[in-house]
C-alpha cells in the first residue's frame, strides 16, 4: 500500500485573529486528525515545536489522500511525499541490475 509523508503548515493569512476562535479551529482539525488516526488512515501525526506546522504518514492511494488534505483547505497547506519501505527501494534497485 502506497505511503505518504505530508508535512503540513498553517496559512496564518487564514486563521481568524481572535484566540478562541483559533484555538476553536485547531480543536476542530485536531478532532477530525484523532478520528482518521482512530480509523487508520493516518499512521502516525506530530507538531512540529514552533506550533504552526507538523507532518502526517499516510497510507492509501493518492486519490484518497487528494480528498483527506481538502477537508483542511484553506487553513493549512501541504507538501507531500509519496516514500518507499526499504524492501520497495531494494526491489527498485535491484531491478536496475536486470
Known amino acids: 500500500m502506497p505511503k505518504y509523508l505530508v508535512i503540513w503548515e498553517g496559512d496564518a493569512s487564514r486563521w481568524p485573529d481572535d484566540a478562541k476562535e483559533r484555538?476553536?479551529?485547531?480543536?476542530k482539525f485536531n478532532e477530525m486528525t484523532k478520528q482518521d488516526m482512530k480509523e487508520g488512515k493516518i499512521v502516525d501525526w506530530g507538531v512540529?515545536?514552533?506550533?504552526?506546522s507538523g507532518y502526517a504518514v499516510i497510507e492509501g492511494n493518492g486519490s484518497e489522500l487528494y480528498k483527506e488534505v481538502q477537508?483542511?483547505?484553506?487553513?493549512?497547506?501541504?507538501?507531500?511525499?509519496?516514500?518507499?519501505?526499504?524492501?520497495?527501494?531494494?526491489?527498485?534497485?535491484?531491478?536496475?541490475?536486470?
Open 71 to 98: 477537508r483542511y483547505r484553506p487553513y493549512m497547506n501541504f507538501k507531500v511525499h509519496q516514500v518507499l519501505s526499504i524492501d520497495e527501494h531494494l526491489e527498485a534497485l535491484k531491478s536496475l541490475m536486470e
Open 23 to 27: 484555538v476553536a479551529l485547531s480543536t
Open 48 to 52: 512540529f515545536v514552533e506550533g504552526n
